[in-house]
T-cell receptor, first 113, second 114 residues
């Protein structure tokens, strides 16, 4: 079955600390992987995506993610978190020939000053 | 260029009434999606339109929910005989439809059923 798992429902970090949000997927074909961010009261905004090539992808706002096929993972990282990064983060998977995505349940990030 | 727009931004209705939610996708995008996001929950897929193909309705939770897309552009999600459990944010997204394309989301319609 195709699915995305975000094991951490809620994460709290201090401003300036490093961040890693976990994402594991199950997909029957070559996956396309995405991270979206949703600020309170807003729609979803694309942070970054992986289609092929370099397994470490850079995104907006200083985020990066690494695709690890052997672990079926696509974890999101940021070396130093800012208070404005507090939001809900969604991992998603899709594939060739379709734009339809399967989303994880999200991780809510809280940042303390 | 304009992004995905949705209207209304907020809707309050009484239980049993019908509601219509509108989505204007990005011009030229052939794929359009509706999702539901209940309080504190993730994204629940509802329906997917791709070009002139029959829509993928596999996510619609009941026959009270329906959606149409006219002229390959604007879409309307209709909820008949609304129930309190229908209260949620309804998100629309569009994508180029070329396969592996990024979905672009609208700001959502917040529906409250009293």
């Amino acid at each position: 079955a195709q699915s995305v798992t975000q094991p951490d429902i809620h994460i709290t970090v201090s401003e300036g600390a490093s961040l890693e949000l976990r994402c594991n997927y199950s997909y029957g074909a070559t996956p396309y992987l995405f991270w979206y961010v949703q600020s309170p009261g807003q729609g979803l905004q694309l942070l970054l995506k992986y289609f092929s090539g370099d397994t470490l992808v850079q995104g907006i706002k200083g985020f990066e993610a690494e695709f690890k096929r052997s672990q079926s993972s696509f974890n999101l990282r940021k070396p130093s978190v800012h208070w404005s990064d507090a939001a809900e983060y969604f991992c998603a998977v899709g594939g060739l020939g379709t734009d339809k995505l399967i989303f994880g349940t999200g991780t809510r990030l809280q940042v303390f000053p | 260029g304009a992004g995905v727009s949705q209207s209304p931004s907020n809707k309050v209705t009484e239980k049993g009434k019908d509601v219509e939610l509108r989505c204007d996708p990005i011009s030229g995008h052939t794929a359009l999606y509706w999702y539901r996001q209940s309080l504190g929950q993730g994204l629940e897929f509802l329906i997917y339109f791709q070009g002139n193909s029959a829509p993928d309705k596999s996510g619609l939770p009941s026959d009270r929910f329906s959606a149409e897309r006219t002229g390959g552009s604007v879409s309307t999600l209709t909820i008949q005989r609304t129930q309190q459990e229908d209260s949620a944010v309804y998100l629309c997204a569009s994508s180029p439809g070329t396969g592996g394309g990024t979905q672009y989301f609208g700001p959502g319609t917040r529906l409250l059923v009293l």
